[in-house]
């Protein structure tokens, strides 16, 4: 069993749905915390893409600021970050619709900066996005 840090971004209407979704799916939900996050906890969480060009775009945008709390999820499964990345779909939610029409990001994502969901790439980056948005409640 894998852990794995996942997001329902505030992009999204349907955190309800999805969380029903995400269970229905066999992922246990062993952490669940609604945050909103500050522009410099955007950036600090986004870090791996600062130097990509859509970069300002993906902070500027708002999802963070101005839509409301992140659902901050740690989510565990087996083979654990190729089920979730079936379980999103592709990035860009026009081919999710194409490619995985019963995907996440089919189902709940409107354009390729609010893709409704989120999950860390590698076993580094959970490592890190728990740490860094579970520090305050893991001190036990
Ligand atoms: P995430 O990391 O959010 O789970 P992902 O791993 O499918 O998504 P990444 O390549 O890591 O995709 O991109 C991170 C986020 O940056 C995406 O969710 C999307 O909102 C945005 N993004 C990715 N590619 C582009 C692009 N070409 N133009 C604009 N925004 C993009
Ligand atoms: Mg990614």
Known sequence: ???????IKPDTQHKEEILEEIRGRGFTISRLKDTV??????EEFYR??????FFS???NHGLFLRSG????????KD???EEWRASMG?????????AAPGSLRACFAK??????????SNTQHTHQKIQFLFRDISTE
């Open 1 to 7: 069993l894998e852990d794995m840090l996942a997001v």
């Open 37 to 42: 996050l500050s522009r410099e906890m955007a």
């Open 48 to 53: 791996e893409h600062r130097d990509k060009p």
């Open 57 to 59: 775009q993906l902070i």
């Open 69 to 76: 709390p992140c659902t901050m999820m740690v989510l565990t």
């Open 79 to 81: 083979n654990m970050l």
């Open 90 to 98: 592709p990035t860009d939610p026009s081919e999710a619709r194409q």
């Open 111 to 120: 354009e390729i900066l609010e893709t409704a969901v989120h999950g860390s």
